[in-house]
């Protein structure tokens, strides 16, 4: 059975501290890993795909990389806004016709003045 | 941009009482989702669509069904609701194309209470 794991399941950082998340999976073929952001009251906002081990993506202070077991979302220097529930979700190839995804359950990050 | 819309962001209804949710997308996409989320369970896939009256059940589909009348909307109809169907409900879409391969888009949920 496809399995997606995120740790840790709450992060609290002081702001310009940099630290990383991770979701680790167990699929029958990745087809992409997604990366998602959540505010509170909102639905969850796209952040970023990688399809293949080595790859990674930046967007301002976030970067995604990705290997046959895990990717981490790294943050570098983080701020106050940063403060969200991250989500990863993966796509295999057991779902992959049809667009499914699997999520875990995500991290808490609150960034602190 | 891709827009996902639901029609209500806070509805409470009734035990026994037929609930329609309903979402609607303007980007042209093939698959439409039905999830709902809650407090250490995370977002639990209700049914999803990938055509016009196509649908398949997702993991948890008993005490919802569906409607895909048109492409652009998909309907999440709760038959007979129950207190234990309170959460929050979050439509997606996404295209099939390109093997599949793509992110869902979300919209910013419906949060029902069921009293």
């Known amino acids: 059975e496809d399995q997606v794991t995120q740790s840790p399941e709450a992060l609290r950082l002081q702001e310009g501290e940099s630290s990383s998340l991770n979701c680790s999976y167990t699929?029958?073929?990745?087809?992409?890993l997604f990366w998602y952001r959540q505010d509170p009251g909102k639905g969850p906002e796209f952040l970023f795909t990688l399809y293949s081990a080595g790859e990674e993506k930046e967007k301002e202070r976030l970067k995604a990389t990705l290997t046959k077991k895990e990717s981490f979302l790294h943050i570098t220097a983080p701020k106050p806004e940063d403060s969200a529930t991250y989500l990863c979700a993966v796509q295999s190839d057991r779902g992959s016709t049809l667009g499914r995804l699997y999520f875990g359950r995500g991290t808490q990050l609150t960034v602190w003045p | 941009d891709v827009k996902v819309t639901q029609s209500s962001r806070y509805l409470v209804k009734r035990t026994g009482e037929k609930v329609f949710l309903e979402c609607v997308q303007d980007m042209d996409h093939e698959n439409m989702f039905w999830y709902r989320q809650d407090p250490g369970l995370g977002l639990r896939l209700i049914y999803f669509?990938?055509?016009?009256?196509?649908?398949e059940k997702g993991d948890i589909p008993e005490g919802y069904s569906v409607s895909r009348e048109k492409k652009e909307r998909f309907s999440l109809i709760l038959e007979s609701a129950s207190t234990n169907q309170t959460s929050m409900y979050l439509c997606?879409?996404?295209?099939?194309?390109?093997?599949?391969?793509?992110?869902?888009?979300f919209g910013d949920g419906t949060r029902l209470s069921i009293l």
């Open positions: 997606a879409s996404s295209l099939l194309g390109q093997g599949a391969r793509q992110p869902q888009h």
């Open positions: 699929v029958s073929g990745l087809r992409g």
């Open positions: 669509s990938y055509d016009v009256k196509m649908k």
